[in-house]
């Protein structure tokens, strides 16, 4: 049972457009969704974040939505450059309790920017 | 650079022998997690340690894997007996900070 889906393998832009990745969840005890970038034979890299108490969390090209009655959330990166391309992971936390913040992880958005 | 670092990078053995890998987190987070991924997946939680205490272990750890990290800094994952499903990318990340983690480059494992 998937609960965090990226339904969108991949993705293609050109430079300097706008590039829009989603993802949905499906559980409710989820409060706490990061993005992450892949780059091959690396390990993933924390992007930006947002709390479920919020709805957009802007950090430079890179912003997060959050529609919580939709159970959705997507990551605009405006503009896009080609070293953008990357696999994109979005995640979610908080459905453990205690200390652990475990993250359980979508499969994926391939994004390729095109000069 | 004081990023998180995994040993070895690359490790191919053959079916039912024992591999071990360690991770080195960033020095001041308390927080260590394994994720296993394989291809075409998102990495998944394997196991968490708050410093030296392993809390949580995933369904997906069999009892042919142990982990430990003894005095709360560095952290070994041994797999016994592997399988060609053990086959797959082993991620290690820490955190101090409640969420976000930060990952290591991870050990690509093949099982032959």
């Known amino acids: 049972d998937q609960q965090v889906k990226q339904n969108s393998p991949s993705l293609s832009v050109q430079e300097g457009r706008i590039s829009i990745l989603n993802c949905d969840y499906t559980?409710?005890?989820?409060?706490?969704f990061l993005w992450y970038k892949k780059y091959p034979a690396e390990g993933p890299t924390f992007l930006i974040s947002i709390s479920s108490i919020k709805d957009k969390n802007e950090d430079g090209r890179f912003t997060v939505f959050l529609n919580k009655s939709a159970k959705h959330l997507s990551l605009h990166i405006v503009p896009s450059q080609p070293g953008d391309s990357a696999v994109y992971f979005c995640a979610a936390s908080g459905d453990s309790g205690g200390s652990n913040y475990k993250l359980t992880f979508g499969k994926g958005t391939l994004l390729t920017v095109n000069p | 650079d004081t990023g998180v670092s995994q040993n070895p990078r690359h490790k191919i053995t053959k079916r039912g022998q024992n591999v071990t890998f360690r991770c080195d987190p960033i020095?001041?987070?308390?927080?260590l997690y394994w994720y296993r991924q394989t291809l075409g997946q998102g990495p998944e939680f394997l196991t968490y340690f708050q410093n030296e205490a392993q809390l949580e272990k995933s369904r997906l750890l069999s009892d042919r894997f142990s982990a430990e990290r003894p005095k709360g800094s560095f952290s070994t994952l041994e797999i016994q007996r592997t399988e060609q499903g053990d086959s797959a990318m082993y991620l290690c990340a820490s955190s101090s900070q409640v969420y976000e983690q930060y990952f290591g480059p991870g050990t690509r494992l093949t099982v032959t």
């Open positions: 020095s001041e987070h308390n927080r």
């Open positions: 559980n409710s005890m989820f409060d706490y």
